[in-house]
């Protein structure tokens, strides 16, 4: 009867083991179950929800330093690590998104739809009008901030030559030439330097601009003796010379017959259209005379409205 007992005693053992063993194999299964079951999400969150891995901002951040079980759980997974993969892809789409948002506000004024303008200059005055027959136009000032065209002042009244504007504008006709200029190196007026930064001659008697063809200093400022042809007795002509600037049209002359014009100032406005220059109320233009710095290479353009994009 021994030899059953202990046959027994050794059954039962045996049978202890074997269940152990049994519960350890299919403990590992769960869990792996249980790995499986907390990064199949990560996964999915990584590779099917895109706004987290593209935006990669600080208001993204918080989402992902709040999960560090999600972290923790794909450092081992081989899928988790390929998963991170589309984050690189992804992301330089989404530079150029960024990039293009700000396209509309660089291209959002006239200024910045000029390609002519040198890359030196960084002051821009635009003179536009309805069209070529009218004597009425618009002056617009901007400056270029980091590469940028911004206005500088609000869009001001202007009045311009009694017939409008002239593509090929000719000595003693009342046109206002097209096209973009420089501004003098010298400002003028009747009265005392208001403050500009270039610089200034105070008129006085004799002093004349040379508006007559045929004479050797034609489009340019003499004092002495009246030169004859157009030319203006720039002290006399008041309120219109309180204050003025040269464009530089037609300087220096370019020889033609007729001759191309001269005598081209930003002045103060009279009571209506001009012999050809652009005029502006005197507290307006002293805005902008003062503004104007000859370090910044300034630029004046003038043109009906619809012809600004020859410029």
């Known amino acids: 009867m021994r030899t059953p007992f202990r046959q027994a005693v050794f059954g039962a053992i045996a049978v202890a083991l074997l269940g152990g063993l049994g519960l350890t194999s299919c403990a590992t299964p769960g869990r792996n179950g249980t790995v499986d079951a907390g990064s199949a999400p990560v996964d999915t969150s990584v590779t099917g929800a895109p ?26 997974s081989p899928s988790a690590s390929r998963s991170t993969k589309p984050s690189p892809s992804r992301s330089p789409s989404h530079v150029p998104t960024t990039s293009k948002a700000a396209t509309p506000a660089a291209e959002s004024n006239i200024a910045s739809r000029l390609h002519t303008i040198p890359g030196s200059t960084r002051q821009l005055i635009v003179v536009h009008s309805s069209g070529y027959g009218t004597s009425v136009a618009s002056l617009e000032t901007f ?25 090929s504008h000719v000595e003693g006709v009342a046109t206002t030439p097209t096209g973009v200029y420089g501004i003098g190196s010298t400002m003028y007026g009747v009265h005392a330097n208001p403050g500009v930064k270039y610089s200034y001659h105070q008129l006085v008697a004799n002093d004349y601009w040379d508006e007559n063809p045929s004479s050797s200093t034609y489009n340019s400022f ?4 009246d030169p004859g042809g157009y030319s203006e007795a720039l002290w006399q002509t008041v309120p219109q010379y309180n204050y003025f600037a040269v464009i530089n049209y037609n300087i220096p002359v370019r020889a033609a017959t007729p001759a191309r014009g001269s005598g081209i100032f930003l002045h103060v406005m009279g009571s209506g259209g001009t012999a050809g220059c652009v005029s502006l109320t005197q507290s307006d233009l002293l805005r902008v005379l003062e503004w104007l710095d000859p370090a910044t290479s300034p630029r004046i353009v003038m043109a009906p409205s619809q012809n600004l994009g020859r410029y």
Not at 143 to 167: C, H, L, Q, Y
Not at 222 to 225: I, L, N, Q
């Open 143 to 167: 400056e270029k901030v980091n590469g940028v065209w911004r206005p500088k002042f609000g869009v001001m009244s202007a009045r311009i030559g009694t017939k409008g504007f002239s593509d």
């Open 51 to 76: 706004g987290p891995t593209d935006a990669e901002s600080p208001s993204s951040s918080p989402s992902a330093s709040g999960s560090p079980s999600a972290s923790a759980s794909r450092s081992p």
């Open 222 to 225: 003499v004092h002495g003796t």
